[in-house]
């Protein structure tokens, strides 16, 4: 199994910036790819970013890239979501997400492992 675990979220004013962490352990060697999704209040989980954890190739919600930036390090088998320019639009909580495959999903169900997620909340 692999264990996925959020943190970094809070209170922010619009314009603002967070870094989040998701830290990996368990039978790390099993993965390949990882991701960021959101889901606010009464809406869909949504698609951030996802990075491959070997080749560090990234893809990114259309709408969140330029303010978003997703990376890794791999010797702290850490992702990272730095997220600047904030709106309050981007109030959420966020869940990192895992899964052994070398392509890039954007959708829920392609992913195995998830975090508890962590809240975001901007203020206007």
């Known amino acids: 199994q692999v264990q996925l675990g959020e943190s970094g979220g809070g209170l922010v004013q619009a314009g603002g910036s967070l870094r989040l962490s998701c830290a990996v352990s368990?039978?790390?060697?099993?993965?390949?790819?990882m991701g960021w999704f959101r889901q606010a209040p009464g809406k869909e989980r949504e698609f951030v970013a996802a990075i491959r954890w070997g080749a560090g190739s990234t893809r990114y919600s259309d709408s969140m890239e330029g303010r978003f930036t997703i990376s890794r390090d791999n010797a702290k088998n850490t992702m990272y979501l730095q997220m600047n320019s904030l709106k309050p639009e981007d109030t959420a909580v966020y869940y990192c997400a895992a899964v052994r495959t070398v392509v890039l999903p954007i959708t829920p169900r392609e992913y195995d492992y998830w975090g508890q997620g962590t809240q975001v909340t901007v203020s206007s």
């Open positions: 368990g039978r790390t060697f099993i993965v390949y790819t």
